[in-house]
């Protein structure tokens, strides 16, 4: 039973940052390609970045988020994480990690909330 645990979400005004956490345990998870995705408010869950098995090997973002946000992996700790800087309002979401590709993925967190807002 993969369990996937969101963390670091919070209120911060337009131009901050936040560094969002996950941490994976039941799989091995060192072999999977490893993603952020966020959902707004009656919108659809949409994928922000995602990080390839062997980490600095195959990196992608969202047009949205290039050049703001920086997804990184310690496959050793279990753990993905998302930089973002520069926030917007329209960044405001309820964050998520999971496998990519979204047709792979394993049980969804509790997911972490992102409220960018002055």
């Known amino acids: 039973q993969v369990q996937l645990v969101e963390s670091g979400g919070g209120l911060v005004q337009p131009g901050g940052s936040l560094r969002l956490s996950c941490a994976a345990s039941?799989?091995?998870?060192?072999?999977?390609?490893m993603a952020w995705y966020r959902q707004a408010p009656g919108k659809q869950r949409e994928l922000v970045a995602s990080?390839?098995?062997?980490?600095?090997?195959?990196?992608n973002y969202a047009d949205s988020v290039k050049g703001r946000f920086t997804i990184s992996r310690v496959n050793a700790k279990k753990m993905v994480y998302l930089e973002m800087i520069s926030l917007k309002a329209e960044d405001t979401a309820v964050y998520y990690c999971?496998?990519?590709?979204?047709?792979?993925?394993?049980?969804w967190g509790q997911g972490t909330q992102v409220t960018v807002s002055s």
């Open positions: 039941g799989t091995i998870f060192r072999v999977y390609t």
């Open positions: 990080i390839s098995s062997g980490g600095g090997g195959n990196i």
């Open positions: 999971n496998r990519a590709p979204i047709e792979s993925a394993w049980s």
